[in-house]
T-cell receptor, first 111, second 113 residues
Framework: GEDVEQSLFLSVREGDSSVINCTYT??????LYWYKQEPGAGLQLLTY?????DMKQDQRLTVLLNKKDKHLSLRIADTQTGDSAIYFC???????????FGPGTRLSVLP | DGGITQSPKYLFRKEGQNVTLSCEQN?????MYWYRQDPGQGLRLIYY???????QKGDIAEGYSVSREKKESFPLTVTSAQKNPTAFYLC????????????FGQGTRLTVV
């Protein structure tokens, strides 16, 4: 089955850029997502990208997809303390039968 | 407002007891999901349902049961057979393939005492 991997921790200084990386195994994955989870809360969709796209930009967020290497990244520009959270990469197929999530990357923003 | 609601937010259970977690959505979504979240392990799928009166096991269904008698409701029962039930449980719904997003509830933290 599909396997999604992320590093578990990332620390950055306030104002710097954060880059969170994700790799997946199933090349037929059609939709790729980034979700944010704040402490004790559910998941909030940040952005998503279709597999036929290389890049998507949405305000401070930039998603890059390297389909050949099955690598997805999320860049947060000008990282703020409010960005401290766990970020989940997720993928699904064209029919949305299932979402497969990575383990989550805990982003800590240092003042 | 449309959304997905889980209740209660915190739940305590004695060992050997069954407990049911509620999940309700008013988004008119066909698909609903239950995930379990443990520290450092991300989300693991317990059960999912694509349509009323039908549901499928996910990766870790043992010790859990669900029902889908109504489109808007997908309750999860944690049975006494579940060996390690203390976790954070998340319910989600989606209207795939029409929509791209899965909407999540705020979660229920279950603690076995």
């Amino acid at each position: 089955g599909e396997d999604v991997e992320q590093s578990l921790f990332l620390s950055v200084r306030e104002g710097d850029s954060s880059v969170i990386n994700c790799t997946y195994t199933d090349s037929s994955s059609t939709y790729l997502y980034w979700y944010k989870q704040e402490p004790g809360a559910g998941l909030q969709l940040l952005t998503y990208i279709f597999s036929n796209m290389d890049m998507k930009q949405d305000q401070r967020l930039t998603v890059l997809l390297n389909k050949k290497d099955k690598h997805l990244s999320l860049r947060i520009a000008d990282t703020q303390t409010g960005d401290s959270a766990i970020y989940f990469c997720a993928v699904s197929d064209n029919y949305g039968q299932n979402f497969v999530f990575g383990p989550g990357t805990r982003l800590s923003v240092l003042p | 407002d449309g959304g997905i609601t889980q209740s209660p937010k915190y739940l305590f259970r004695k060992e050997g007891q069954n407990v049911t977690l509620s999940c309700e959505q008013n988004l008119n979504h066909d698909a609903m999901y239950w995930y379990r979240q443990d520290p450092g392990q991300g989300l693991r799928l317990i059960y999912y349902s694509q349509i009323v009166n039908d549901f499928q096991k996910g990766d870790i269904a043992e010790g859990y049961s669900v029902s889908r008698e109504k489109k808007e409701s997908f309750p999860l029962t944690v049975t006494s057979a579940q060996k390690n039930p203390t976790a954070f449980y998340l319910c989600a719904s989606s209207n795939r393939p029409v929509d791209t997003e899965a909407f999540f509830g705020q979660g229920t933290r279950l603690t076995v005492v």
